[in-house]
């Protein structure tokens, strides 16, 4: 407990360091937000003054301190593109992605561990083939592509669900289904390795010596251990939630964060983009803490470490 | 009988009212890219036009045939020498947050767009062509600092849309749109759609539909699939290849028709006329004789376009038109020139062209290939490309950047097709002259061209501007794209402007929906 206060308690420090190395990124970028604003026709003398109104013209350290100024009392500035408070239009569109992620990854995991408990149980058989196959598949397909024909499928041809946009529970399944397809193979190949694992060891032949079933073998014993890992995996993934489904909001015009900083890198809004940049580090950084939290809980040995 | 009868005068009854409950349905019109602004003057992007139509009123407006008519201004009447002009006032107009639009209004909104420190991104034409702005009773004088032929639409733009002073004073105006037109502003949900009512209390004819319902995805087939689905009643843009899909006889021509506009949206390659070989005028026209252009509309906008030989686009009256043979590849004459100017052999250039064009610049890569010159195609993100292509001279000679591949619109106006792109003063990087064309007799003949008020010895002057340029190549003009946006069935009023922008303000729905 002590290590993760420990770490909770550099946070703060990691989070300078890492808003000064985005800030840096961001204004290494090429491309000048004002020119972008003003179009190619706009003449020298507008984009100057456009440079001055956006603060732009003012030093590259002025600019950094001005902002750690504004963001220790909250303020993360203002959009350059519509004049909107970065923390509002972040707050605005973060419940759409983690409501968006949260479910892809509660499906994820629904599907993904009792497959790989399935196929661990039943190692060599069609079903561990087919699921094996299928993780491939799942695992290999571009969700740009995955999204648009089931778009096509489900919502143009069958009219079972809604094209996009954000709305009632018809709205999330395409897109939580899209999204979840990677992290389900990934959860389901896992499992799978982790419970072969565990059900080569000598405890599991003395429970299944003990006359149980191999599926309450599993669930009863192995599972507990070999989940370790991928909680581990999911826990640290939590942290990309915040804007990691930057294409599948994009395709299915969700209103979500990814899409938030799509948009705000094409059009160089500087202030926006540095926003997300620092919510999705910290996402991160507080995964990272679960994660430890989470080995933690399921390792002893790793509490003394 | 007496009950068919029945039947007959109830649906005679409430026919008008089944209209209302279809027209108060929103009109979801969905778009390329979602608006950068609420603010008019600053802007200059063709779908936050779109966005901004129904909100605003300019002091002249363009109708659909593109004929200037009365908009705010119900009047107006130039001085002697076309440097004072006044307009007055539509009397009892106010904006959508009840204040009045008169005479005061409108000179403070005009007085803010031309004020250099609040630099607008939109505004510098203004800026450039206005002195000053005064109210004069309840009308408003604009006086010039020097003539300019195509004032009266400039002030058909929507940059020069008037606009609240509430909302000015109040710093809202970038995220919540006031101003007079027939639609006011409800919400612009960042991520999601843009929402507009009916403005019950608008001056003019009142719009059949109550409400529009502006969306946007940057996926030109979920457009396609929006169209179909009914998501969305309007797209724009369709992309060319979308067209077949609702041709007559295809089952998806029962649920929507798409249009086509000719647009002025010109696709041009500049060329860097500092870096040799491009350098050398008669190099420049070979490239120039080199490409066929209607293959590029025909291969590349499945014919949704026309091939542009000249500088001018075909919406302004003085544009030369292609002549005959002109839009074809004419290799003998490009191989001619490249021996005249010593580079028979051929040789290595590149250019630096955005994601979406990059098949124009394959295209070309192939049309020059018989002359042995290679193209190398330098595919750049919008912020970079922004980056190389209005780089100073030495910033590209250090790059070799032989070319930049790009597009715009700037419907009607010659002075703003000409002056952004062919003026010394307009160099890159302080404008749009991305290949630092130098020729002074150019800026001269733009200058007379923009001041003379003379429609015959103004058009000599184009026609001259257009023969020089096209024996100076700096610029190789390919082709303007037609407008294509798709309207569901039973839909109708809809428009798109020269520009490109959709106009929704007059749509109406049929009965039978």
Request: proline share 6%; with cysteine; aromatic share 6%.
């Amino acid at each position: 407990m002590s290590r993760l206060l420990r770490r909770a308690a550099a946070l703060p420090l990691i989070m300078l360091g890492v808003s000064a190395a985005v800030f840096v990124a961001i204004h290494a970028l090429p491309g000048d937000p004002a020119r972008l604003m003003a179009g190619p026709q706009a003449p020298e003398s507008t984009i100057m003054a456009l440079r001055v109104r956006l603060g732009l013209d003012q030093p590259l350290g002025a600019q950094y301190l001005h902002f750690l100024e504004r963001a220790a009392h909250g303020d993360f500035g203002i959009s350059l593109r519509d004049g909107s408070p970065v923390s509002t239009v972040i707050v605005e569109r973060l419940p759409y992605s983690l409501a968006l992620g949260g479910l892809a990854y509660l499906l994820a995991l629904l599907v993904g561990v009792p497959g790989g408990a399935f196929a661990a149980a039943r190692e060599g058989s069609w079903g561990d083939r087919l699921l094996m196959a299928a993780t491939l598949v799942g695992a290999s397909l571009a969700g740009f592509w995955v999204a648009l024909l089931g778009m096509e499928v489900f919502a143009v041809r069958l009219r079972w669900l809604p094209l996009m946009g954000a709305g009632d529970w018809r709205h999330y399944v395409l897109p939580a289904l899209v999204l979840s397809l990677l992290p389900m193979a990934m959860i389901l190949r896992m499992t799978r390795a982790g419970a072969r694992e565990v059900l080569r060891q000598d405890y599991i032949r003395t429970a299944r010596a003990k006359g149980l079933s191999p599926w309450t073998t599993i669930t009863r014993h192995a599972l507990r251990n070999a989940l370790a890992p991928v909680v581990t995996v999911v826990a640290l993934n939590l942290g990309g939630l915040i804007s990691g489904a930057v294409v599948t909001e994009t395709v299915f015009d969700w209103p979500g964060v990814g899409r938030l900083l799509v948009d705000s890198v094409r059009y160089r809004d500087y202030p926006v983009i540095q926003g997300v940049t620092l919510l999705s580090v910290l996402g991160v950084l507080l995964a990272n803490l679960l994660a430890e939290g989470v080995i933690a809980r399921f390792d002893p040995k790793a509490r003394g470490a | 009988m007496l009950r068919f009868t029945a039947g007959l005068v109830c649906v005679a009854l409430l026919a008008p009212f089944a209209a209302r409950a279809a027209d108060d349905a929103p009109l979801t019109v969905m778009l390329s890219e979602p608006p950068r602004t609420m603010d008019p003057a600053d802007q200059n992007a063709t779908e936050t036009a779109s966005v901004l139509e129904p909100f605003y009123e300019t002091l002249l407006k363009r109708d659909a045939q593109g004929t200037i008519q009365p908009g705010l201004a119900t009047s107006w009447r130039p001085s002697a020498d076309r440097l004072v002009w006044t307009f007055s006032i539509r009397p009892g107009v106010r904006f959508h947050d009840g204040a009045p639009c008169d005479a005061a209004a409108v000179t403070r909104s005009l007085q803010r767009l031309i004020d250099r420190k609040v630099a607008l991104a939109g505004a510098s034409v203004y800026r450039a062509v206005i002195a000053s702005v005064r109210q004069d009773g309840e009308a408003v004088v604009v006086i010039l600092a020097r003539p300019y032929a195509d004032f009266l639409s400039l002030v058909t733009l929507v940059q020069s849309a008037i606009v609240s002073p509430i909302a000015v004073e109040g710093g809202e105006l970038s995220h919540r749109a006031d101003g007079t037109g027939p639609f006011r502003f409800v919400s612009w949900r960042a991520g999601e759609n843009v929402f507009a009512t009916r403005n019950r209390g608008y001056w003019g004819v009142a719009p059949a539909i109550a409400a529009i319902d502006w969306r946007w995805s940057p996926e030109p087939s979920v457009l396609n699939m929006a169209l179909q689905t009914g998501d969305a009643d309007v797209v724009i843009p369709l992309a060319p290849v979308f067209g077949r899909v609702y041709a007559p006889g295809q089952s998806a021509a029962a649920l929507a028709t798409v249009k086509r506009q000719r647009s002025a949206a010109l696709f041009w390659l500049a060329l860097n006329t500092r870096l040799k070989p491009l350098d050398d005028a008669r190099v420049r026209r070979a490239l120039s004789l080199a490409i066929d252009r209607r293959a590029l509309v025909t291969g590349l906008l499945d014919g949704f376009g026309a091939p542009a030989c000249h500088a001018l686009t075909p919406d302004v009256p003085d544009a030369l038109p292609c002549g005959a043979g002109e839009d074809r590849a004419r290799i003998d004459m490009a191989r001619a020139l490249l021996k005249e100017a010593g580079q028979e052999k051929g040789f290595s250039v590149s250019v630096v062209v955005q994601e979406p064009e990059e098949p124009i610049a394959e295209a070309l890569q192939a049309m020059w290939r018989p002359l042995g010159v290679v193209l190398s195609i330098r595919r750049q993100e919008a912020g970079v490309w922004v980056q190389s292509a209005f780089a100073p001279p030495e910033e590209k000679a250090r790059e070799e950047t032989g070319m930049a591949l790009t597009s715009w619109s700037a419907p009607y106006v010659s002075d703003l097709q000409l002056r952004p792109l062919y003026t010394t003063g307009n160099s890159a990087p302080h404008g749009a002259n991305l290949g630092f064309y130098n020729n002074a007799e150019i800026d001269r003949m733009i200058d007379a061209a923009a001041q003379d008020n003379q429609p015959a010895s103004r058009h000599e002057t184009l026609l001259a501007i257009q023969s020089t340029l096209d024996r100076d190549a700096p610029i190789v003009p390919l082709f303007t794209r037609d407008t294509l946006y798709g309207v569901r069935n039973g839909i109708s009023g809809i428009w798109a402007a020269t520009e490109g922008s959709i106009r929704v303000v007059d749509a109406r729905r049929a009965q039978a929906q």
